[in-house]
């Protein structure tokens, strides 16, 4: 973030992950995204590259949850929001060693665990999509990954709360250029992307709300998700892309 680019147009500001999930990729797994905020001048927040706390929730749970509240009392008003058990929810969490208690917690009341490597900005939108059966995503990520995060959730209805979390003392003296040394001060939408026009994803390899790329001779196929908070519509585009001038009815899908 940071960058100037462009000789002229209509004034924005953008945030983009050219590949989210570049080691799932690499073993071939599910969930890889690639994905770009458009917002208006000043929409966007330019975070410092740090790890961030997030609680990501769907429509259903918004306004009702606190990241500053215990475990227990967070995934059971979800539950309450969903009328359901807390073991009938699921819950989205980064597989890394600095959620070891997150995790043994979130077990011990019972809840449903899906770990995923890598990809929680995907994970985050799947919470607020009805029908793919997440329900919450929590734990520590990237901030620039949540600043993309809260403009996908803002168009899709949901909720971001966040917490900056440094690991020395030089990120904490990092976060003051940008007004946020305040470790405990959360952090919404209105925050991280105050004035998100656009969410733009396509998906890289299958997911459980992106079919990957799909190549087939003298083309591609790809899925694609796009959030236009003006409209307030959210639409998934499939969209074969021809790499010669075939005509379209000799090719095999």
């Known amino acids: 973030m940071g960058e100037v680019l462009g000789t002229g147009g209509m004034p924005c500001e953008i945030a983009v992950d050219p590949l ?9 797994d599910a969930g890889a995204i690639a994905v770009c905020v458009i917002g208006a001048p000043g ?17 259903n749970a918004k306004g009702r949850v606190d990241i500053t509240a215990p475990i227990a009392d967070t995934l059971d008003t979800i539950a309450r929001c969903y009328d359901r058990r807390i073991r009938d929810l699921s819950v989205v969490v980064l597989d890394r060693p600095r959620h070891e208690e997150l995790i043994e917690e979130i077990r011990a009341l019972g809840a449903r665990i899906k770990l995923i490597p890598d990809g929680d900005i995907t994970a985050s939108m799947s919470a607020a999509v009805r029908g793919t059966g997440d329900h919450v995503y929590m734990g520590i990520g ?7 995060t809260a403009a996908a959730l803002e168009c899709l209805g949901g909720e971001i709360q966040a917490r900056m979390w440094p690991k020395d003392d030089a990120q904490r003296e990092r976060l003051k250029p940008f007004g946020l040394e305040d470790t405990n001060r959360v952090l919404t939408a209105r ?21 990957g790329v799909r190549y087939f001779s003298d083309g591609a196929r790809t899925h694609s998700i ?6 307030r519509t959210v639409r998934f585009v499939d969209t074969i892309h021809m790499f010669s001038r075939t005509p379209l009815r000799e090719i095999r899908l």
């Open 43 to 59: 929409g966007v927040m330019a975070a410092p590259d740090m790890y961030m706390q997030k609680l990501c929730v769907g429509a």
């Open 20 to 28: 989210e999930g570049t080691d799932l990729v690499a073993r071939g």
């Open 142 to 148: 990237g901030s620039t990954e949540g600043v993309i």
């Open 226 to 231: 796009v959030m236009d908070l003006q409209s």
């Open 191 to 211: 925050d991280l992307a105050p004035q998100p026009m656009y969410v733009l994803a396509t998906g890289v390899t299958d997911g459980y709300l992106l079919k």
